[in-house]
């Protein structure tokens, strides 16, 4: 037994004992799908609680960013600061709708392997059994599955003594019944389901992955609409975008996973989106009074909010009143007071003939004194006799 058939014991357990019990694979993968539910389900209500209180720091984060304005590591530290002392994890509210897809991937593995997964054989037992039911492994990813479908109770005794013959253990290989609801869930769905003839076998498949997708669908809704923070309070721009990115991504999925492989994940999609309804139904009852503490919390915070931010705009309308009587107000800010006679030399310290450009010459125009031509001596200054006298 390798690493990997270790790793999933757990869920090849699980499968293989309700296949045994109910002699049905889509029974099986039902079964699987509501005890992994009700095994994960305490994981579940506590990120449903922890987004209660992410949601309750949405206010004080609020205030951080605009505390913080642009410093986005002065804001990272006191985020994570305030979810510290709230005791809060950033990804409590949404890590728990991530749980199917790590349960998907392991059991996709043991579906698309079954003699590895299910019935514990080597490479080589896999090689001896493919010899028995005279066909080969070769490149083909579900080559394992196909196999599995082909071995019924005549071939099964002829399977087990290649691989006894082999020299190795055959003690848990058993015939699956891959038949539900006259569907073959081995196969893959076809999205041109006519072309193998109009019948329930192929028309079937094909539903598999549309209503997979419905039911995705549905349950998001539904966890929307039983979220009643969600439903009573103002979300913003970047909530709502995510939220409704969430609710086409996962029917989009959920359509791609019926339509590129084997059928069985369809039902088990299908039944997690049933059982994640009746989860969100039942967990929203439990959380009512949580809810409406935390709305009770909001609607203070807000208040308080509101209160200091009309406060503050209180004292600078005073502080601007008070800037305008003394006369040094200014638009932008308030003129920095100069005491009356003050130097003013040394703000023009280092200033240079061409500040102005380098082509300035301050003597290039030459400035001809004022004359007043009324008055008794007309004669201009010395300095200007050959000059045109100028008005001021």
Known sequence: MDFWQILMMPFSSLLKLFCTLFNSYGVALIFFTIL?????????YRGKKSMIKTTLLSGQMKEIQERCGNDRERYTQEVQRLYEENNVSPMGGCGWSMLPLLILMPLYSIIRRPLT???????????AAAGALGTSLGSDAYAELTMASMMN???LSQVTGAVEAAGLSAAGVFVINFNFL?????????????????????????????????????????SQKTNIMNRNQEQD????????TMMLIS???SLWIGFTLPAGLCVYWIANSLLMMAQEVIFSRMLRGEYEKAQAEIAEQMRRSKAAEKERRRIAAEKKAAAIAAGTYKKGGVKPHKEKGADVSASREGMRTYARGRAY????????PYWDPNAKSSAPDSQGEDETPQAE
Do not use: E
Request: net charge positive; no cysteine.
């Open 36 to 44: 992994v539910k009700l095994v994960l389900s305490p994981l579940s």
């Open 117 to 127: 997964y299910l019935m514990g054989l080597s490479s080589a037992g896999v090689q």
């Open 153 to 155: 109770a005549g071939n």
């Open 182 to 222: 006259g569907l073959d869930l081995s196969a893959i769905p076809n999205l041109m389901f006519w072309k193998d003839g109009l019948s329930w076998g192929s028309v079937g498949l094909f539903l598999l992955p549309v209503v997979s997708a419905v039911f995705s669908y549905l349950s998001m809704m539904v």
């Open 237 to 244: 721009s970047t909530m709502a975008a995510t939220n409704r």
């Open 251 to 253: 029917p989009l999925m």
């Open 361 to 368: 010459d301050p003597n290039r125009y030459p400035i001809t």
